[in-house]
Every structure is written in structure tokens, then in C-alpha cells.
């Protein structure tokens, strides 16, 4: 059995499209009552 550290995914609903959006969050973590969270971004687009 896994323990509930062993299940935690923080990808999970970050599968997101520009024409069918699914997920749209962040897996990220910080200190409580933080303010600023630096996620780094890709695209498969061209363009900036």
C-alpha cells in the first residue's frame, strides 16, 4: 500500500491546450502566505 507521500502527483490537471483547456494549474509550492511564485513556462509555439 502506498503511503499518501508516495501518491501525491503534482502534475496532475496541468495537461492544458490553448483549444481544449484542461487543468490550468501550477504545480508549485512555497512558504505560507508567499507572494511570489517563479514557474519556468514552455510552448510548442512559434512565436514569443
Avoid at 492544458?16 to 484542461?22: E, G, M
Avoid at 505560507?32 to 509555439?45: A, E, I, K, L
Amino acid at each position: 500500500m502506498k503511503t499518501i507521500l508516495e501518491s501525491i502527483d503534482t502534475r496532475f490537471g496541468t495537461a492544458s491546450k490553448h483549444a481544449f483547456p484542461r487543468g490550468n494549474t501550477l504545480p508549485y509550492t512555497g512558504v505560507p502566505f508567499g507572494m511570489n511564485y517563479f514557474v519556468p513556462q514552455t510552448s510548442d509555439q512559434d512565436g514569443s
